[in-house]
Every structure is written in C-alpha cells, then in structure tokens.
C-alpha cells in the first residue's frame, strides 16, 4: 500500500505538483501533531528513489524546513491541511481543503492525502506499540529538526549494533512495547517477517477486484456504499489497496486465511464493534454511521453497541478495576480503543502495558489490535481531509432514519467546522509550542 500512497516513483521522478521534499514535509508534521517522534524522525530521514536516505553521511549537516516562517505560502497552504485533519477532532474546512486544490490540483490533494494517511497509520502504530527509535534516526532528527523543537517521546538504545553510518542496516529496531522486553524482534527479524506477510497479501490481492466496477460490486456486498475517502482516490491501485486492507484488517475470518500465522485472532465482528467505537470518539459521524450500519447488516443488536461504547468512556487500567476478573479482551480493547481515537497519550500507555496480559500472553492477538488502530487512523485521516461530512450515501440516510440508528441515538448529521481566520491555523501540543500555518 506504501508505494500508491506515497506516488512512487511518480514523485520521486519530479511528475506530480507534490515533490519529494514536500512529502517529506508532510510525513514529519503529519507525525509530530500525533506526537510520534519514531514517526517523526523516520520521515526526517526519507529520500527518494533519486538520492536514497537521508541518513548518508553526504546530508549530515542539512537542516529541514517545516515552521511556518520557513516554508512558503504553497507549502503552508498543504501543511495548514496535514495539521487540521491531524487534529482530534477534526479541523478541516471546506476553504483548507478549497486551497489545497488551487495550489495543486485535485491529484495534489489525493497525494498529499496519501502521505498523511500513511504516516497516520504508522504514527499510531508505532507509538501504541511503543516502537525504540535507532539511535542513528534519533541522532539524524536532533540535528536536522532541532529548530523546530524536536524530541524524542520513546526509548533510544543506548548503543545500537552497528557503526553510525557503517552498513544499511543501521541501528536496532526493537518492536519491545510497554509490555516490557519480552519477543524482542530486530529490524531483521521484523524485515524477514514483513516480507512474508507481504509476498502471501500479494497472492491474496491476486483474487481481488482488478477493475473499478467489480471492486464497487465486492465493496458493497462486504461494506455498503464506497466509503468516501476511498471513493475520491482517481488512482485505482490506491482503492483497490485500502479495499483490500480494511478486509484484510477487519472483515477477514480465519477460514479464509490458508497460512496459520496469518490468520486473524480477533473476531471481524469484535473489529466491526471496536472500529464503530473508534469512529464515535474520534467524532467521525460519517464512518461511525457506515460502522453502524455495517454492525447492523451483521446482526450487532444496538444494545451490544452501546454497551462496549459505555465500556470504553469508563475506561480504567486493569490493576483499579474492581471487576478485574471480570475483564475480557473486548472489554479491554474497547477502552483502548476510546483513548486511541481520542489520543489520549498517556493513559493509552497505561492500558497498552496490560494488554498482553489480558490477551493471555498473544502477541499477535495485540499487534493484530493496534495495526487495526493504524488503519482506522489512516481511514479517519484522509477521510476529513478529502471530504469530511459533506457527502452521506443515499443507503446512509435511509440508515440514519431507521429503528436500528435510532436506538444508538445516533441521529444528526454535524454542521462542518468553522474557523473564522481560514489563513491561519493553530496548532497546539505540537514540540515546536504555538506553529501557525
């Protein structure tokens, strides 16, 4: 999925109006308004097809570009964008998004999407999971982020296993999560195992829609109407990937994975419940009504939706939690999920260090929960940022109007955001303190 979203090599090549510094651009500020620094000091560290990392020797001393009085008024008007869609809840207006296409065209927009929506993913991955950021990442990002307040918010290795610089595999990628070291997995052993995973997706997307109709078709038949920020991307291979993926993610069962180290072990319906969740309090009432309707057409009664919704706002780390015996892994994602969609950081770790122990000691069971939260991320991202809740889907307004929205009182459409200075917009918690695009 990396290479659509990210418009390689098109980009790379100098063919589209979003240039490789400007993706850059927007994969840092993408990642420090999610206040991932992993994220943030990876996307310091892209290059291109062109030149390669960033992290050569040969751009050592060069400095990136990203506050406001740096960059000029074409890149503030894509990264005032990046930074309102970022935001929890949503900030975009339909003049941000306006800007967007006059400065870069309706491709422009699709591909600045891309970038943000990939890094959104990876954000809330690696920062769920607690990813250790290389000491070689770290080092890079002090230097060529320093002016805009970079630091780092997760663990770096005190010495890494090769030379600064020396070889390509730099550093010591360790997937270790709040759960403590246990399964410690380097960037090799992570390598091999993506690869895998990879080369079987590929023989499984072979079997996938190849053309526009049919995927509509497929689409309907698993989710309802296209969802929005699907139904935008005019790159085919784009929709067919995020197709593909929110299956892969959510709907896919065992019985239709063959390799016994891919298979989900989370039931679809449980991800349905914990993707509607995350919608609700992420204040998405477009996707949380798809999710709605979506948990309806597989027989959710409504009162199992509002009892993991109260479930989640009543969150309480497992060591307070009166009932302990009494929690389940649902339960536990579910109030992980609230502070996940409302990036509630520090409460997310607390939750995120009981997780392998409320799932029996499954590792995959936990990265399965947060690659999940990864792809609602994205999906959340790029949704606001290509249309917001401007467009409901004929099958979603019948939805909203029946029994089934009405006992999850989930009954009106929100008004769009309105903010009065449309040139300049605030962005608080950022390292960098007040930055005005």
Same mark, same amino acid.
């Given at each position: 999925?990396?290479? &659509?979203? $990210?418009?390689?090599?098109?980009?790379?090549?100098?063919? *589209? *109006?979003?240039?490789?510094?400007?993706?850059?651009?927007?994969?840092?500020?993408?990642?420090?308004?999610?206040?991932? @620094?992993?994220?943030?000091?990876?996307?310091?560290?892209?290059?291109?097809?062109?030149? /390669?990392?960033?992290?050569?020797?040969?751009?050592?001393?060069?400095?990136?570009?990203?506050?406001?009085?740096?960059?000029?008024?074409?890149?503030?008007?894509?990264?005032?964008?990046?930074?309102?869609?970022?935001?929890?809840?949503?900030?975009?207006?339909?003049?941000?998004?306006?800007?967007?296409?006059? +400065?870069? /065209?309706?491709? !422009?927009?699709?591909?600045?999407?891309?970038?943000? /929506?990939?890094?959104?993913?990876? @954000?809330?991955?690696?920062?769920? #999971?607690?990813?250790?950021?290389?000491?070689?990442?770290?080092?890079?990002?002090?230097?060529?982020? %320093?002016?805009? !307040?970079?630091?780092?918010?997760?663990?770096?290795?005190?010495?890494? *296993?090769?030379?600064?610089?020396?070889?390509?595999?730099?550093?010591? @990628?360790?997937?270790?999560?709040?759960?403590?070291?246990?399964?410690?997995?380097?960037?090799?052993?992570?390598?091999?195992?993506?690869?895998?995973? @990879?080369?079987?997706?590929?023989?499984?997307?072979?079997?996938? &829609?190849?053309?526009?109709?049919? =995927?509509?078709?497929?689409?309907?038949?698993?989710?309802?109407?296209?969802?929005?920020?699907?139904?935008?991307?005019?790159? $085919?291979?784009?929709?067919?990937?995020?197709?593909?993926?929110?299956?892969?993610?959510?709907?896919?069962?065992?019985?239709?994975?063959?390799?016994?180290?891919?298979?989900?072990?989370?039931?679809?319906?449980?991800?349905?419940?914990?993707?509607?969740?995350?919608?609700?309090?992420?204040?998405?009432?477009?996707?949380?009504?798809?999710?709605?309707?979506?948990?309806?057409?597989?027989?959710?009664?409504?009162?199992?939706?509002?009892?993991?919704?109260?479930?989640?706002?009543?969150?309480?780390?497992?060591?307070?939690?009166?009932?302990?015996?009494?929690?389940?892994?649902?339960?536990?994602?579910?109030?992980?999920?609230?502070?996940?969609?409302?990036?509630?950081?520090?409460?997310?770790?607390?939750? *995120?260090?009981?997780?392998?122990?409320?799932?029996?000691?499954?590792?995959?069971?936990?990265?399965? =929960?947060?690659?999940?939260? !990864?792809?609602?991320?994205?999906?959340?991202?790029?949704?606001? +940022? =290509?249309?917001?809740?401007?467009?409901?889907?004929?099958?979603?307004?019948?939805?909203? %109007?029946?029994?089934?929205?009405?006992?999850?009182?989930? #009954?009106?459409?929100?008004?769009?955001?309105?903010?009065?200075?449309?040139?300049?917009?605030?962005?608080?918690?950022?390292?960098?303190?007040?930055?005005?695009?």
């Amino acid at each position: 999925m990396i290479a &659509p979203l $990210f418009d390689s090599p098109n980009c790379d090549l100098g063919k *589209t *109006t979003v240039s490789p510094l400007l993706r850059r651009q927007i994969g840092i500020v993408t990642a420090m308004v999610s206040e991932c @620094s992993y994220c943030s000091a990876h996307s310091a560290g892209l290059g291109d097809a062109m030149t /390669g990392s960033r992290l050569q020797p040969k751009f050592e001393n060069e400095e990136i570009k990203i506050l406001p009085h740096e960059v000029d008024e074409k890149t503030r008007i894509a990264l005032r964008l990046v930074v309102a869609a970022v935001k929890v809840p949503s900030r975009v207006t339909p003049k941000m998004r306006a800007d967007v296409i006059e +400065a870069y /065209g309706r491709d !422009g927009l699709e591909k600045i999407c891309g970038v943000m /929506g990939w890094l959104a993913f990876m @954000s809330t991955f690696t920062d769920t #999971l607690g990813c250790e950021l290389e000491v070689e990442a770290a080092e890079h990002a002090y230097r060529t982020l %320093k002016k805009a !307040g970079w630091r780092k918010t997760h663990t770096v290795p005190r010495k890494t *296993t090769y030379s600064r610089y020396e070889n390509e595999k730099i550093g010591t @990628s360790c997937f270790t999560s709040m759960w403590g070291s246990n399964k410690v997995t380097d960037f090799l052993d992570l390598a091999r195992n993506i690869v895998k995973a @990879s080369r079987y997706d590929a023989k499984l997307l072979r079997n996938f &829609p190849k053309k526009s109709p049919a =995927l509509e078709i497929w689409f309907a038949e698993h989710f309802g109407p296209v969802f929005s920020p699907i139904k935008h991307m005019s790159n $085919f291979e784009v929709r067919r990937a995020m197709a593909f993926n929110l299956w892969r993610f959510i709907l896919a069962s065992a019985d239709e994975i063959e390799q016994e180290r891919d298979k989900p072990t989370i039931l679809s319906n449980d991800k349905v419940i914990i993707s509607f969740i995350f919608f609700y309090y992420s204040e998405n009432h477009y996707l949380a009504a798809h999710f709605a309707r979506l948990a309806s057409r597989r027989n959710i009664p409504p009162r199992v939706l509002l009892k993991y919704l109260e479930f989640g706002r009543n969150w309480a780390p497992l060591s307070y939690d009166k009932n302990r015996s009494e929690r389940t892994f649902l339960t536990h994602a579910c109030m992980l999920t609230f502070l996940v969609a409302k990036r509630l950081r520090s409460s997310t770790f607390k939750l *995120t260090a009981e997780l392998f122990e409320i799932s029996g000691h499954n590792a995959r069971r936990c990265v399965e =929960l947060i690659a999940l939260f !990864g792809m609602l991320s994205m999906l959340q991202r790029m949704n606001v +940022a =290509l249309s917001g809740n401007e467009e409901y889907e004929p099958e979603l307004q019948d939805f909203l %109007k029946g029994e089934y929205a009405r006992k999850i009182k989930f #009954l009106k459409k929100p008004k769009e955001t309105v903010v009065e200075d449309m040139q300049i917009f605030v962005v608080q918690k950022v390292w960098a303190g007040f930055v005005n695009y």
